[in-house]
């Protein structure tokens, strides 16, 4: 029985436990005189004993699908005769996935060893039996409770309390999600990460000049893992970030600024959800217009001005960048803005200063926490960005600050390393993760000082 | 006049120049803002437009049972096997019979759609009696021939197309043998090697799987964190910590998301990659913080008075927030889950992390099918050589934008038309 | 509590009530419960500032109603009524601060000294350098105490000199009964100050632009009495030099700082006179009733 029938099943089962319930707990009323002298409404009773049916059979369900296929790999690999069994961590990956193709049949049985194939019969037929068990366990489970549940239905009991504390816990369990994610993405690139230092040290590669990870032909070559130093990338992020910020800033500073102060209100109802359209075109349209507008005409404007301009400049990919930024910085812009007092504009005009004089020298120092804060959570964003890039700047880590270059970024890096084909052990795929590590911590750190400074903000004018 | 009044005319002039300055500085921001909207979208669309047409060429067909190799049209197996190539490089043999040279017949042969076969393919499953039998039909144009009608003058001239072949076409053309119709295919197959075969269908399909996943988890989950931060959780110092979670995740760049995709659940829990599920849960996961953050902005819109009316007729917490609360708030958090869904639906980076960026044909029929999404098959696109993509992406992004306008509208609507007002 | 903030002013008018009609009562003067013309004597000769037939409109709404009054030299005078009756809407409209308001409109002549405030060759900027303004909230500028009562001077041009600037900043602090209090921390924010000096840095603030009228729009509703106090006795000693309109709720301190007294009613000005008068002798049922009590 596959996963989807068991769950159809569960369900099934839920609804049974749901009607006796609600049939038991009424006809426990009867007698007594009507629902009223219950302790809790029939709808609960009948839902407690859906919910002791429900989670046990969901959590045996969840447990046992998390674990069951490491569990068989580690019987099978133990099942192998002494000498076969794997020396080291890749050589026991790449015996499962040879074993796991003989037993899906992507792999003929008589192209591999005997032990192989004996290995990949268990396999299947551990699968087999796993899948059965798991059937067995999860309707017994839930049965078990559902009858549970049932009998313990009374007039005296609590079922209403126990339900909401049940359902309670429940919605904890929603909100733990959040923490559940920050500590995977931590796991998930902190370990691979570690794995990486192993190979190559941190300080080659947090200092290191030259980028080639590209460079194994090999396996047994020499240096075959190639180059990780990682700065040219941290130097191609920052200038693409860079060029979207002297884009995204000045424009979306003003532009909040004016439609905020100045603009009619006909045009501010216009424009500032037009400007916002820009926020919601996905990432991946703006690759394909730097990559094929915007880069060549970059290129072809650089020609006929006698200057050389790579195919894909750092240009082409920070100014589109700065077009997709705009509107977060306009629109943080414009919630800090309105967020000054009115009694700050009267005391500035009332002292007989125009309108800019006030914007500049009262309102956005007023703001500037604000401002900043904006500006922060902004290049957090271009530093993440990862289309654009991808499509739009290079691959080839040239060290360089010219904006008429092509330069790569950590984000293209990533893509790169791990799209294609891939050895989950190498120092090139556990590089991608080490990048991860660097880009999760950097824009941790600009997005909780962005958030602190701008709650901070806040409550001053609040 | 006083003394002040004086100096204050004094520096009228420059300060009511630099008023103006600092206004033509903010118009001119906002017009650069509209006009880059602008452009991108009128670039698209011309880029694009082309590719909900394409081009057909009239051919004399034969069905013969000789060439196509078979002697039963009722067989399924013979029909699938057979050479309907050959059928229609007859006929353009017929048609040109001056072509002789075995490279010249190749240039000839490839004016034809390599996929133009399959049609015949079914008109014979259906009707049998048609083997042996000469019919006229129009057969798909290879997307060299497609772009060389669809481009003006000069880019006739730099066509890839070598001069015979360039005569051959003008020939057809004269004689009212080629014709522009709609795409339908564009809209009902699945990706393809060759540009005039390729279609969206597939990465629609499994947008909207991986969407629905996303949908099934991030909703019930985002709405039932937002009423535990909102309404039950102890002002501690572990809700701040979830809080100042939830706002960080928000921030984190997608990609970081594929990474944690890639490592737990296809490296951890060994799910499979490339399939609509995996999608669905990272998108999860990216889209949860937004979708917490609506809902506890339209649950702290519901005035307490009403908490307090329900309370106090002895609804207990719970019964508070099932029964008045979560109605009235709705609105909101459906906004804020629609929203959610846009991002969702436009994001590329974290799928490419999973595998969904494989070269997939077949249209996906359940989320755990390998499928690609539509970003996706566009940054696939995008990628590829031939010029025919390049309007084929622009097409592709066309329809991902119709989707997400439909979508904000959607979102805008709801917020209009069910929000409450206190 | 008149509480009528500068910053929704509209939507505080709007809701304004008749109160005698909310409790049901006729109108005190027979059919017509305001005068055709003001009571009492709301002109002077040689006026500092000289109001006629003013109109005040939000939108479709009409907060004044055809006021006509004058501001002598050097007086002070106190505009004073119930909540919402537009004494606040007519102060702001002296230096043109309903401009600010998009839906605002004024119509009627409104002169400072010879020269007509609508008048489209008016320059807004030069007029509220001439006609200062203290506003119902203390609204000091988020820098240090010198930088706010630099502001008006810097952005007029009034000093060349950085001595020039710390003398006018020395000068208005004094003015204000400030300097004592703050002239070892003058680089300090302003912010940091007890609500009555904030309110004293923003009189010195104003002044600090040496305008010919301050208008305080209920300076001391925000304040505790002592506080109160201090302002009261500042606003006598400037009424030497300036001359001083003042919205206020409180009628004893209307009685205590002003010379000639204004009273409006539901954007009426329904009598102007001496303070001693209007406070002792009112001549309008709808005074009387107000000075007594009845209502606001």
């Given at each position: 029985m596959d996963t989807g029938n068991l769950l159809l099943l569960v369900v099934v089962m839920v609804a049974v436990a749901y009607y006796m319930g609600r049939q038991r707990s009424m006809a426990l009323a009867r007698p007594l005189g009507g629902i009223r002298h219950l302790h809790s409404l029939p709808f609960y009773y009948a839902m407690r004993a859906a919910l002791w049916c429900a989670i046990p059979a969901l959590v045996v369900l969840g447990l046992w699908l998390v674990f069951d296929d490491s569990f068989i790999r580690t019987l099978v690999i133990g099942g192998l005769p002494a000498d076969q069994l794997p020396a080291s961590e890749s050589a026991r990956g790449l015996l499962l996935n040879q074993i796991n193709n003989v037993a899906s049949g992507a792999l003929p049985v008589d192209s591999v060893s005997p032990a192989v194939a004996a290995a990949a019969e268990r396999l299947g037929h551990l699968r087999q039996i796993s899948t059965m068990a798991l059937a067995v366990a999860v309707i017994v489970v839930g049965m078990l409770g559902a009858a549970w549940g049932w009998l313990k239905i009374s007039p005296q009991l609590r079922a209403r309390q126990q339900v909401e504390r049940v359902l309670q816990v429940l919605f904890m369990l929603c909100a733990l999600i959040a923490i559940l994610t920050t500590v995977g993405i931590l796991m998930s690139v902190l370990f691979e990460s570690i794995r990486f230092f192993g190979k190559i040290s941190p300080v080659d590669f947090l200092f290191g000049l030259k980028w080639s990870p590209q460079i194994a032909l090999r396996a047994d070559q020499v240096a075959s893992e190639g180059f990780f130093g990682a700065i040219p990338l941290f130097v191609g992020t920052l200038l693409i970030s860079a060029i979207a910020l002297i884009v995204a800033v000045p424009v979306g500073l003003m532009s909040a600024i004016y439609l905020a102060e100045y603009a009619h209100p006909k045009l501010r109802a216009f424009a500032k959800p037009a400007l916002e359209v820009l926020a919601g075109v996905p990432t991946v349209v703006y690759g394909f217009f730097a990559a094929l507008t915007v880069a060549p005409f970059i290129r072809n404007l650089g020609e006929s001005m006698g200057l050389d301009v790579a195919s894909e400049s750092a240009l082409a990919a920070g100014l589109v960048m700065g077009v997709m930024i705009i509107p977060f910085v306009s629109s943080l812009a414009d919630d800090v803005i309105t967020a000054v007092p009115q009694s700050l504009r009267d005391g500035s005009l009332g002292l007989g200063a125009t309108q800019s004089e006030t914007i500049k020298k009262v309102i956005i120092p007023a703001a500037l926490p604000g401002i900043m804060g904006g500006i922060l959570l902004a290049a957090s964003r271009a530093i993440g960005e990862t289309m654009i890039v991808v499509m739009a700047a290079g691959l080839s880590a040239n060290l360089t600050v010219n904006p008429l270059e092509a330069v790569t970024t950590v984000t293209v890096q990533i893509v790169t390393l791990l799209t294609g084909d891939q050895e989950f052990d190498s120092a090139k795929t556990l590089a991608a993760f080490a990048l991860g590590l660097m880009l999760f911590l950097t824009t941790l750190a600009l997005n909780v000082l962005a958030l602190r400074i701008v709650k901070k903000y806040r409550e001053e004018y609040e | 006049m006083s003394k002040t009044t004086e100096q204050v005319r004094q520096s009228l002039a420059k300060r009511y120049r630099a008023e103006k300055r600092f206004r033509a500085f903010g118009i001119a921001s906002i017009a650069f803002g509209l006009l880059a909207l602008l452009l991108l979208f009128t670039d698209i669309i011309g880029k694009g437009h082309t590719a909900f047409f394409e081009h057909y060429i009239q051919m004399e067909v034969t069905f013969d049972a000789d060439t196509l190799g078979i002697d039963d049209a009722t067989n399924q197996d013979q029909l699938n096997f057979a050479n309907y190539d050959g059928v229609i490089r007859n006929a353009l043999r017929e048609r040109f019979p001056q072509v002789q040279s075995r490279g010249q017949k190749r240039e000839l042969y490839s004016l034809i759609s390599t996929g133009a076969g399959y049609p015949l393919r079914d008109m014979l499953a259906s009707h049998p009696a048609l083997l042996g039998q000469t019919r006229t039909l129009w057969l798909l144009a290879d997307d060299d021939v497609d772009q060389y009608f669809k481009a003006d003058r000069q880019g006739r001239e730099d066509s890839r197309l070598t001069p015979e072949q360039k005569a051959w076409l003008t020939s057809l053309d004269d004689n009212g043998q080629v014709k522009k119709e709609f795409n339908a295919s564009f809209f009902t197959s699945g990706d393809s090697r060759e540009p005039e075969l390729a279609g969206i269908w597939g990465a629609v399909c499994g947008s909207f799987f991986t969407m629905l996943v996303t949908l099934l988890l991030s909703f019930p989950i985002g709405v039932a964190a937002a009423i535990y931060l909102e309404e039950f959780a102890p002002r501690n110092r572990f809700t701040d910590f979830i809080e100042v979670n939830i706002n960080n995740l928000a921030a984190v760049p997608s990609i970081i998301f594929g990474l944690l995709g890639l490592a737990i659940f296809i490296g951890l829990f060994g799910m499979p990659r490339s399939v609509p599920l995996v999608g669905g849960i990272v998108l999860t996961l990216m889209t949860l913080p937004t979708i917490i953050i609506s809902s506890r902005a339209a649950i702290k819109a519901v005035p307490p008075s009403i908490r307090e009316a329900a309370m106090g007729l002895g609804a207990s917490p719970m019964q508070v927030v099932l029964h008045h609360v979560m109605p009235l708030a709705m609105p909101g958090m459906l906004t804020g889950a629609i929203i959610g869904m846009a991002q969702a639906l436009g994001e590329t980076a974290p799928l490419l992390m999973i595998g969904m960026v494989a070269f997939i044909v077949d249209v996906p029929a359940g989320p755990v099918d390998p499928a690609t999404v539509l970003p996706v098959q566009i940054y696939l696109w995008a990628d590829s050589p031939e010029q025919s993509f390049v309007a084929l992406t622009s097409a592709a992004i066309m329809v991902l934008l119709a989707f997400l306008i439909a979508m904000n509208t959607l979102a805008v609507f709801l917020r209009k038309r069910l929000e409450r007002r206190w | 509590m008149d509480n009528a903030s500068t910053l929704n002013k509209g939507q505080q008018v709007r809701r304004a009530a008749n109160p005698l009609q909310a409790e049901g009562k006729p109108p005190m003067s027979n059919e017509h419960p305001y005068p055709e013309k003001t009571v009492g004597a709301p002109f002077v000769d040689d006026p500092k500032m000289r109001m006629r037939d003013v109109d005040v409109f939000y939108g479709d709404k009409q907060a004044i109603h055809g006021v006509s009054l004058d501001i002598g030299k050097n007086e002070v005078v106190a505009l004073i009524g119930p909540s919402g009756c537009g004494k606040s809407t007519f102060l702001r409209s002296l230096n043109r601060m309903n401009d600010t308001i998009d839906i605002c409109r004024v119509s009627g002549s409104l002169h400072l000294e010879e020269q007509d405030l609508y008048d489209p060759k008016m320059d807004v900027v030069e007029l509220r350098a001439r006609v200062g303004m203290v506003f119902q909230k203390p609204n000091p500028f988020p820098k240090s105490i010198y930088d706010n009562v630099a502001y008006g001077p810097r952005l007029h041009g009034l000093a060349n000199k950085k001595y020039d600037l710390d003398e006018i900043v020395e000068t208005s602090l004094r003015k204000a009964g400030l300097w004592e209090e703050v002239k070892d921390r003058l680089?300090?924010?302003?912010?940091?100050?007890s609500g009555g000096q904030q309110q004293r840095l923003c009189i010195a603030r104003t002044i600090a632009v040496s305008p010919e009228v301050v208008l305080m729009d209920?300076?001391?509703?925000?304040?505790?009495p002592i506080a109160t106090a201090k302002i009261e006795e500042l606003i006598a000693e400037l009424s030497e030099s300036y001359t001083i309109a003042i919205v206020t709720h409180s009628m004893q301190q209307a009685a205590r700082v002003s010379q000639r007294t204004a009273y409006f009613h539901l954007g009426h000005l329904v009598e102007m006179n001496d303070t001693d008068t209007v406070f002792t002798k009112p001549q309008h049922s709808l005074t009387e009733a107000y000075i007594t009590g009845r209502f606001g």
């Open positions: - | - | 680089h300090q924010p302003g912010t940091g100050l209920e300076p001391c509703s925000a304040l505790d």
